[in-house]
């Protein structure tokens, strides 16, 4: 059993800061690649930012320049948010993709973080 565990979602103004962060906890045998995903009413859920085990990193279009993925001790990444913007307003979603002690590889979500960017 995989969780992930989801923090540092808020409310914070035009042009600030926020760092989500994600937790793996469980029968982890390696991480393969974990992400960040949004997803704001009405709209698909998008991916965000990706990082692999080797630390090679992808964005979404609209956030390259001001987000910043970054994985710690390979089990927790981070997502830091700068010059956030209103339609950067959504659910956050953390994934990862696990090969557990058993050498079965999945696909884990955390439950989501709400960022609010509003003044």
């Known amino acids: 059993q995989v969780q992930l565990v989801e923090s540092g979602g808020g409310l914070v103004q035009p042009g600030g800061s926020l760092r989500l962060s994600c937790a793996a906890r469980?029968?982890?045998?390696?991480?393969?690649?974990m992400g960040w995903y949004r997803q704001s009413p009405g709209k698909e859920r998008e991916l965000v930012a990706t990082i692999t085990s080797a630390g090679n990193t992808n964005y979404l279009d609209s956030v390259k320049g001001r987000f910043t993925i970054s994985r710690d001790n390979k089990i927790t990444s981070y997502l830091q948010m700068n010059s956030v913007k209103s339609e950067d307003t959504a659910d956050y979603y953390c994934n990862a993709d696990v090969v557990t002690t058993a050498r079965v590889r999945k696909v884990y979500w955390g439950r989501g973080t709400q960022v609010i960017v509003s003044s």
């Open positions: 469980g029968s982890i045998f390696n991480i393969e690649s």
